[in-house]
């Protein structure tokens, strides 16, 4: 078992233990067991999946950005925004999806392409976690 | 001797304006309350941000990025200014200011940052230049408006406009003691108080993306704690100017009373004698 914390400015800290967890980093998907080598990673959008230990019964949130530290016991996830399914809006969350895509696909000059590819990010996100 | 109609007025107005202190001070308090939670919430955020940057720092000290980097070649500054929005709060905002005028007497090349109303009215009237501005803030405190503020002083901080940052707010010790502090911002100086163990961390992507993403962090969740800390404070100092005020409307309240009563009095006292000695003249 691996304790976990996840740490948000402006909520109680979530505090558990779990068999493992699986964050997404920049760099891809990765999954911590206890005994995990220490490590720091920057968070990208996507799905954070805490794995109870009873008959691979899972637990999702929604997170977008932040940085998680691992040693071997521990994994503190210190983020701005993690949604579980009960905050989260289905239709709002599909309304964003396309809005996002709309702005990608258009020809426009001045777009801010990257903001508008983690508003898409965000958005598949919280609608796989909803989907669940 | 004023009359008894007068009087009975003017009792009357104190005792709206003491019902009104009075609930200026519930509000306050409710308020207070408010900020508090948000401060213990804020805590643990800002505590492992902290750690993690002191990991950072310990571990490379020849070639510190430019946000952890305290040896300051720029020489000009910025002091943010944390005051409130409104005024009844006893000596709050005058103190700031006092403490604001106090340290930029001896020197030359600070511009301001005016976050709350209070301090802007002043300054803005003085020689100094203010460069940025936020009112009415702290109606409706939410974490992405302090944000917002944090990212504007990092980018000038970061395009080597500025070299130091500092902030001059009003930490929240109790409801009668308030303590203000200037703390510098930018470049972070993270806390030194507990010890650091010594684990080798593996970084992805690489050293320098981390510390400069963290010290971001670090700099939106310090201002968000300190503009938290002067709302409360704020709100505590409030507080207290209205439960004085509250009382001294009692006091006068019942001053005012004993002298209604004895014009009252008097003037009873004089009908009487008036019709006495109208009788006693009848008489003869």
């Known amino acids: ?132 | 001797m004023a009359n008894t109609r007068d009087l009975k007025n003017r009792i009357e107005s104190i005792k709206n304006t003491k019902q009104i202190t009075n609930a200026m001070k519930m509000v306050a308090a409710s308020k207070l309350r408010k900020s508090q939670d948000k401060i213990i919430n804020a805590r643990p955020y800002a505590n492992y941000i902290d750690v993690m940057l002191r990991t950072l720092k310990m571990r490379n000290k020849s070639n510190l990025h430019q946000i952890l980097n305290d040896k300051i070649e720029n020489k000009k500054e910025i002091l943010v200014i944390v005051t409130a929005d409104r005024g009844l709060c006893g000596a709050f905002n005058a103190l700031i200011i006092k403490e604001a005028l106090h340290y930029l007497k001896d020197k030359s090349e600070v511009d301001l940052i005016c976050i709350g109303k209070k301090g802007y009215d002043f300054f803005k009237k003085t020689e100094y230049k203010i460069i940025e501005k936020y009112l009415g803030l702290f109606n409706e405190m939410d974490f992405t408006s302090s944000k917002s503020i944090a990212w504007n002083m990092l980018d000038r901080f970061m395009n080597k406009e500025y070299g130091k940052i500092n902030v001059l707010f009003n930490e929240f010790k109790s409801v009668i003691q308030n303590n203000i502090v200037i703390k510098q911002i930018l470049p972070i100086i993270p806390n030194e108080s507990d010890v650091v163990n010594g684990t080798d961390f593996i970084y992805e992507p690489d050293e320098n993306t981390i510390v400069e993403e963290l010290g971001r962090k670090y700099v939106d969740v310090e201002l968000w704690r300190m503009l938290l800390e002067s709302s409360a404070a704020e709100q505590g100092s409030r507080m207290t100017a209205m439960d004085n005020a509250t009382e001294n409307a009692s006091d006068l309240i019942d001053h005012l009373t004993l002298q209604y009563n004895r014009v009252r009095q008097a003037s009873i006292t004089t009908e009487i004698i008036e019709i006495a000695s109208g009788a006693e003249a009848i008489k003869q």
């Not at chain 1, 699986?22 to 998907?29: R, S, T």
């Not at chain 1, 040693?71 to 399914?85: A, H, Y």
């Open chain 1, 1 to 132: 078992m691996i304790s976990l914390k996840i740490i948000e400015p402006t909520k109680s800290p979530i505090d558990d233990q779990f068999e493992h967890v699986i964050v997404p980093g920049v760099d891809g998907d990765f999954g911590v067991y206890e005994g995990h080598t220490p490590f720091i990673t920057k968070i990208r959008p996507g799905v954070l999946t805490l794995y109870t230990g009873k008959k691979n019964q899972t637990v999702k949130y929604a997170i977008h950005d932040g940085f998680v530290m691992v040693d071997n016991k521990s994994i503190k996830i210190i983020s701005e925004c993690v949604e579980s399914k009960q905050d989260l809006d289905e239709k709002r969350a599909q309304e964003a999806k396309n809005r996002a895509e709309k702005r990608l696909n258009s020809s426009n000059a001045d777009l801010d392409y990257k903001r508008a590819e983690m508003a898409l990010k965000r958005a598949v996100a919280r609608l796989k976690v909803l989907h669940e």
